[in-house]
């Protein structure tokens, strides 16, 4: 009987063993590829030895310094490697320990702006439906994930919702990509209206939405829009990219591709490829100098913040990335996976959409084709898709609630960025056997 209470109470886990490169073996010897990094985290693989090698060397100096005492070397290189590739704006880095952790320090730096430079009734914020910024409170208030949200709903802070960039259910029949994006934009600058402009402390989004909708990319120009409006109502924009930046989705930032620089960026899962447990919100100067020039101080802090274990570990990961170019693999076989799906799934009868950007692909699975008509939600396809995924010797991320919490179903796809080809083809065909297998296996 095991004394941990996992994510499913009753569903038996099979032991993970050991990981090498692209494979999980777990203790009956079955090996897995790792088609989705985890959750979007193994960016490097497993057991990447400079990885290894820099973190043990940063145990034998010193494992943990507490941030009110301390800097250490490790986090000081981490922040300039990072401060030296960040977009335009950005200026210094806040280390946290992952994702949820980022997004909610964010909220409280955003808030904390406003009261600096004596604007405190600000006090909203405005994100998107079926959105996912994490678990804790801050974050599940301003994300739109319903399954998660509803229990603790009496908890969460108010924050209001507009339309996600779903340009697969949500465009027009005659209206063109451009054309949604500013219908989209019209939505938020709308809400802000009726919110009134100097209420509203930030919009906040995921650049390339992950696991709630099954990686939904901007349409072109959105962000742009989104950009100025905040800009003319002196909003902060905060971009989520804890799951679809850091290299996923082809550029070091997935920011780069739509043209704009955030006032804060969250980052985590490729930051420290899942070696060690970090994550960093990214701030412009204006925040920084602000807490700078007025209280001297963020309020705001955590016991392994700055973990120099962990900084070892994402600086190791950062540094293997551009040294062995690996973000010109990322486009290069994200170019190949995104053929390689659309050959195989392109006239399948139950999958409706493939999306994505570099190694971050989702695939939305459909009961009707024509009329994008969803299962059953009764039939929970996407954890028969996973079960049959990893009888098959895969790893892949599906999920639930695709179109509005409740109904829709998809497969997520982000491989580390060493992949090949050849393992590609492995991952599309063991993935589509899975998906026939699962569909069959609800009639």
């Given at each position: 009987m095991t004394r941990i209470l996992h994510r499913a109470i009753g569903s038996p886990l099979p032991v993970a063993a050991i990981g090498s490169g692209m494979m999980v073996r777990d203790t009956d010897g079955k090996d897995y590829i790792d088609g989705s990094g985890g959750a979007a985290v193994s960016c490097l693989g497993h057991r990447h030895p400079d990885v290894l090698a820099a973190m043990h060397a940063q145990l034998d100096r010193i494992a943990y310094a507490h941030t009110s005492f301390f800097t250490t070397e490790v986090a000081e290189e981490l922040a300039d490697h990072l401060i030296a590739r960040a977009p335009a704006g950005i200026a210094h880095v806040y280390f946290v320990s992952g994702g949820s952790e980022a997004i909610e320090a964010a909220l409280k730096m955003a808030r904390q702006y406003f009261v600096e430079i004596g604007q405190p009734q600000r006090r909203n914020f405005i994100a998107r439906r079926q959105s996912y910024h994490g678990n804790t409170l801050g974050a599940l208030a301003v994300?739109?994930?319903?399954?998660?949200?509803?229990?603790?709903?009496?908890?969460?802070?108010?924050?209001?919702?507009?339309?996600?960039?779903?340009?697969?259910?949500?465009?027009?029949?005659?209206?063109?990509?451009?054309?949604?994006?500013?219908?989209?934009?019209?939505?938020?600058?709308?809400?802000?209206?009726?919110?009134?402009?100097?209420?509203?402390?930030?919009?906040?989004?995921?650049?390339?939405?992950?696991?709630?909708?099954?990686?939904?990319?901007?349409?072109?120009?959105?962000?742009?829009?989104?950009?100025?409006?905040?800009?003319?109502?002196?909003?902060?924009?905060?971009?989520?990219?804890?799951?679809?930046?850091?290299?996923?989705?082809?550029?070091?930032?997935a920011c780069e591709q739509d043209g704009v620089s955030p006032d804060l960026m969250a980052i985590a899962k490729g930051l420290g490829g899942g070696y060690a447990p970090i994550g960093a919100i990214l701030l412009g100067a204006k925040i920084h100098g602000a807490f700078a020039d007025g209280s001297g101080a963020f309020y705001h802090g955590h016991t392994y913040m700055g973990h120099p274990l962990a900084c070892a570990a994402a600086l190791a990961v950062q540094r293997v990335i551009e040294r062995d170019n690996l973000l010109a693999n990322v486009r290069s076989m994200g170019a190949y996976l995104d053929r390689r799906l659309r050959e195989?799934?392109?006239?399948?009868?139950?999958?409706?959409?493939?999306?994505?950007?570099?190694?971050?692909?989702?695939?939305?699975?459909?009961?009707?084709?024509d009329r994008k008509e969803p299962f059953d939600p009764a039939l929970k396809l996407h954890a028969r898709v996973k079960r049959e995924a990893m009888s098959r010797g895969l790893m892949v991320y599906p999920g639930g609630g695709t179109i509005d919490g409740r109904h829709g179903d998809h497969v997520l796809i982000a491989p580390p960025f060493i992949i090949d080809a050849a393992t590609i083809d492995i991952i599309v065909e063991r993935l589509g056997e899975a998906i026939d297998a699962a569909v069959a296996g609800t009639h």
């Open positions: 994300g739109g994930n319903e399954t998660r949200r509803a229990a603790f709903a009496p908890l969460l802070i108010a924050t209001h919702h507009v339309s996600p960039c779903y340009e697969y259910r949500d465009r027009g029949a005659n209206e063109s990509p451009e054309a949604y994006g500013a219908r989209l934009a019209a939505e938020l600058e709308t809400m802000i209206g009726a919110l009134e402009p100097d209420s509203v402390i930030a919009f906040v989004a995921e650049t390339v939405v992950g696991a709630t909708a099954g990686v939904l990319p901007p349409v072109p120009g959105y962000f742009r829009r989104i950009r100025d409006i905040c800009d003319r109502h002196g909003i902060l924009l905060i971009l989520d990219e804890v799951m679809c930046g850091m290299g996923r989705s082809g550029t070091l930032h195989r799934f392109g006239n399948a009868p139950h999958v409706g959409d493939v999306r994505g950007r570099g190694l971050f692909f989702g695939i939305e699975l459909v009961a009707e084709r």
